[in-house]
């Protein structure tokens, strides 16, 4: 029944969001604002998906009576801030600042061995991703995974499950024969709308998430082997371990 591993990146592949939140900070004071976000802050700030999304909130929370008139003054500022953004976290990417969460790549060799089909479904940005996992498995991460939804082909930021849908099209799966991997509410509903099996590895900024409907809630992936998810993947539909 199992074929594919769908994985979501930020916080479930790597713990990546307080080098987000650095490079975040960092922006902003390049660009000569006053912002600051703190954990808590951010932490709030994580139920919008999406950094561009985030940026916009958190600009209408702090000049609710300030007007836009044609959108162009915000749009620019938050393009600007988002590309020096993404220039802070791949230099500190390059430098070693994440690493995969625990049991991730063992899970992913499991199933590259094992002839299952790999995908990655994420709001964050190609640049994002690429840093990441260039760090994290090598120049050739790309063989890895034969389908790459993100922030480019997937627009519509989770909870919309427009991402599990396109990467179950590109695989040509129906959701049955496949397990999202989240560490996020926004994330499991998102996979659960496009009725996906999903299991959660929370972290310290999800943990007080509500996770109701996920397969299983970890710590993280260490010691989950392919097995055992192929046994919950299977009481989850009713059939036996394939």
Excluded: C
């Amino acid at each position: 029944m199992l074929e594919a591993l769908i994985f979501d990146v930020d916080g479930t592949l790597a713990d990546t969001e307080r080098v987000h939140l650095a490079a975040f900070n960092a922006a902003f004071a390049a660009e000569g604002l006053d912002w600051r976000w703190d954990e808590a802050l951010y932490t709030r700030l994580l139920q919008v998906s999406g950094g561009k999304e985030r940026i916009r909130h958190y600009w209408h929370e702090v000049h609710p009576d300030r007007q836009d008139i044609d959108g162009t003054e915000l749009a620019a500022l938050i393009e600007r801030l988002h590309e020096v953004k993404t220039a802070f976290y791949e230099e500190a990417v390059r430098q070693g600042a994440v690493q995969l969460r625990p049991g991730v790549l063992e899970l992913i060799e499991q199933a590259r061995q094992a002839g299952l089909r790999l995908a990655i479904a994420t709001t964050t940005s190609p640049v994002n991703i690429a840093a990441l996992l260039r760090s994290a498995m090598g120049p050739d991460w790309r063989l890895a995974f034969e389908v790459v939804e993100d922030a480019s082909t997937a627009p519509r930021k989770k909870p919309h499950p427009q991402v599990y849908l396109q990467t179950l099209a590109r695989l040509n799966l129906p959701p049955a024969r496949a397990l999202a991997l989240e560490d996020s509410a926004n994330g499991l509903q998102a996979a659960r709308a496009a009725g996906l099996a999903t299991v959660i590895t929370r972290n310290a900024f999800t943990a007080h998430h509500d996770f109701s409907g996920a397969l299983r809630v970890l710590d993280d992936l260490s010691g989950i082997d392919l097995d055992t998810l192929r046994r919950w993947h299977a009481e989850a539909s009713g059939a036996q371990p394939s």
